[in-house]
T-cell receptor, first 112, second 112 residues
């Protein structure tokens, strides 16, 4: 079965500090991977998606970047966090032949 | 491009009463449609999905949804609410390339 792991579960960071959130997946190889952000009182916004190693598409211009150094690893980063980067970050995976995305437990990021 | 509108950001129902969550979408092609549930500080869990075939879809926890192409709707219902149904619910649409577009979400509160 497909499982998505995310860490850390919660994170409090000062403005201007760097960020690295990690997502790892278990299951069949070569999934599509996604990073979403959920801001307070808002729906989910797709930030990045990846169809393979080192293949990243950005959906919205922002202060963040993503990398996929291995098939089952997807990393969300920032060099300098902004207050507006606060939110709940969700990693998701989609495997070919399965008509849905599976979500990880999320990381709650608070930027102070 | 696809978009999803969920009518009502908050819904309050009595335990045992009908739960009705509304979702309308716009899509240039016949879409895949999904309902996800999110409990506090957790990831999203798939409730049900429509891809093809029967337009009345049954999901987990007693929920069901009906795809009405003429109304571009995919409303979610449950005949009798339970306290454990208190959560946030998201409607999502995909144009078959597995990039989900989510609605803003509806928070359900269940009164004893």
């Amino acid at each position: 079965s497909q499982t998505i792991h995310q860490w850390p579960a919660t994170l409090v960071q000062p403005v201007g500090s760097p960020l690295s959130l990690e997502c790892t997946v278990e299951g069949t190889s070569n999934p599509n991977l996604y990073w979403y952000r959920q801001a307070a009182g808002r729906g989910l916004q797709l930030l990045f998606y990846s169809i393979g190693i080192d293949q990243i598409s950005s959906e919205v211009p922002q202060n963040l970047s993503a990398s996929r150094p291995q098939d089952r690893q997807f990393i969300l980063s920032s060099k300098k966090l902004l207050l507006s980067d606060s939110g709940f970050y969700l990693c998701a995976g989609h495997w070919g032949g399965i008509d849905t995305q599976y979500f990880g437990p999320g990381t709650r990021l608070t930027v102070l | 491009a696809q978009s999803v509108t969920q009518l009502g950001s908050h819904v309050s129902v009595s335990e045992g009463a009908l739960v009705l969550l509304r979702c309308n979408y716009s899509s240039s092609v016949p879409p895949y449609l999904f309902w996800y549930v999110q409990y506090p500080n957790q990831g999203l869990q798939l409730l049900l999905k429509y891809t093809t075939g029967a337009t009345l879809v049954k999901g987990i926890n007693g929920f069901e949804a009906e795809f009405k192409k003429s109304e571009t709707s995919f409303h979610l219902t449950k005949p009798s609410a339970h306290m454990s149904d208190a959560a946030e619910y998201f409607c999502a649409v995909s144009p078959n390339d597995y990039k989900l577009s989510f609605g803003a979400g509806t928070t359900v509160t269940v009164r004893a």
